[in-house]
C-alpha cells in the first residue's frame, strides 16, 4: 500500500508520519514495528527518535546518496511524479515543477 500525502516543507514531516501512525495501527489493529527512512533530517532528529524510541519501532537507516537501499520507495516515487506530470499535461496546468514534460 501507499499513502501520499502533500506537504508545504519537510518540517512538518512529523506530523504527518503522526497522524499516518495513529491511522494505520487503528485500520490494521497491528502496531508499526520497522521503518525504513533516508537519513534525511525530517526523519533523523530527536522528535522522530523519541517517538520510535517510545512506540518500541525499529529504524532502518539506508546510506546517504544510495537510492538502490530504497529501490521500492524510489520506484514508487518515479511512478508518482509520472502521474502528475501526465495530470498536468491532460489538464494544461501550467508546469510548476520546472520540468519538462
Partial sequence: MVWVYVLKSRDHTFEAFKSWKTMVENQEDNKIKIIRTDNGLEFYNNEFS???KENRILRHLTAPSNP????LAER?????L???RCMIFHTKLPN???EKL
Avoid: F, I
Fill in 76 to 80: 514508487m516515487n518515479r511512478t508518482l
Fill in 82 to 84: 509520472e502521474r502528475v
Fill in 96 to 98: 510548476l515543477l520546472g
Fill in 68 to 71: 538502490k537501499q530504497n529501490d
Fill in 50 to 52: 523519541h517517538l520510535c
